[in-house]
């Protein structure tokens, strides 16, 4: 892979166990391979504080929101944590929240319940969303279109075309991970990848998880200092030039989250 333009990826889980205790090393690699740009994921109360504390010496943007996996163990008060963690500098988007009914670590309900008010915070805030859908698109698309209409993304997109169209006809934008380089369960995500228009997609690692199968050899873990090399396999797919994918889409994200 040769130099590509500076990057950006929209999703790295820095505060996960995986990464956490390795968070300078994480960014330096990162800034080594071109990846200037890391949108750090809070994913639950704990973890988007640990991200606001670390700002200042981090200086890369990030979350704050509740994953659908931990809607059931919000603290009663995590709506008045994320109005205090989104007026901190560095906090660029609500999220990572939506809905998950593949492993359903939290009740439908729930998950739904807490979606639907960080999706009105946002509108509120008018900050971006930051959006999770797993196996979920119907249930989501249903609290969007009820919901104050938000600017945001559909973070890891392994939906359907229809999910595709209609998250886009709100004018959403779409994070795209390695899974359309695996050839075991991402063939038809790689066939729609190409579908996407060029403003509207984004490229993630998902950092530490979905490490890239193309990559050879095979890391234990998923590092933003990869996004290059899922850039070249999504430019590939799409019959583009991985430099003008990397600009474009750096260039999108840098507009959405205002950064």
Known sequence: ??????????????????????????????????????LLVGTDIEESHWLAQQFDQLQQPWTAGIHPHYAQQAPA?????????????????????????????????????????????????SKPVYLHDRDASESLLKILNNSPKVNGVVHCFTSD???????????????I??????????????????????????????????????????PKRNEPQFLGHIIEGVAA???ENADELARQTTANAQALFQC
């Open 1 to 38: 892979m040769g130099t590509l333009p500076p990057m950006f990826d929209i999703a790295v889980n820095l505060a996960d166990d995986q990464l956490r205790n390795d968070a300078d090393g994480v960014l330096k690699r990162a800034q080594q391979a071109g990846v200037n740009q890391c």
């Open 77 to 125: 008060d995590w709506l008045d944590h994320l109005r205090k963690l989104q007026a901190l500098p560095g906090c660029v988007a609500i999220g990572e929240c939506g809905l998950d009914f593949f492993r359903m670590l939290s009740p439908q309900q729930c998950q739904i319940d807490l979606c639907q008010a960080q999706i009105e915070l946002a509108a509120e805030l």
């Open 161 to 175: 075309k229809k999910s595709l169209d209609d998250y886009l006809s709100m004018g959403l934008h779409i994070g």
């Open 177 to 218: 991970t390695a899974w359309c380089l695996d050839e075991r369960r991402g063939q038809a995500l790689a066939k729609l990848v190409p579908t996407i228009p060029s403003e509207r997609l984004l490229i993630e690692t998902d950092a530490p998880y979905l490490v890239p199968r193309t990559l050879k050899p095979r």
């Open 237 to 239: 797919l799409r019959g």
